[in-house]
């Protein structure tokens, strides 16, 4: 893991000129000793508030679930989960369109993981 995860931080930093601080594990799942490994490489675990399930839902069903957010919610939604070049994320798309003027019309604002964390950045 340490090793698949180093290598991981050193390509998107030479691709980005950025290293990567927050880790959400794949799936979420959490496997024994990660923890040991995000700290020796300076990564903060992240996980998410409310899941769109958008792999298996249409766009009703993602903004439905979604629109249950309270102050600070992550919400995890993705670009795609079938294992293809261009997968179609039509429907997360849809719902993405839908949830943003609605959670901004019911005051919310929406902020990066980092700023999230670290409001002072």
């Known amino acids: 893991m340490e090793r698949e995860l180093g290598r991981a931080q ?40 409310i899941i769109g399930y958008d792999w298996n839902r249409k766009a009703d069903g993602i903004v439905e679930r979604c629109t249950r957010v309270s102050n600070g919610a992550i919400l995890c939604l993705h670009d795609g989960r079938e294992l293809r070049a261009r997968p179609d994320i039509g429907v997360t798309v849809e719902a993405v369109r839908r949830l943003v003027p609605m959670l901004l019309d019911r005051g919310y604002k929406f902020e990066t993981v980092s700023r999230l964390l670290c409001p002072t950045n």
């Open 10 to 49: 050193d390509t998107i930093e030479a691709h980005t000129g950025c290293r990567p601080e927050l880790f959400r594990a794949p799936f979420g799942v959490r496997w024994f000793g990660i923890g040991g490994v995000q700290r020796r490489l300076k990564l903060t675990g992240v996980m998410w508030t």
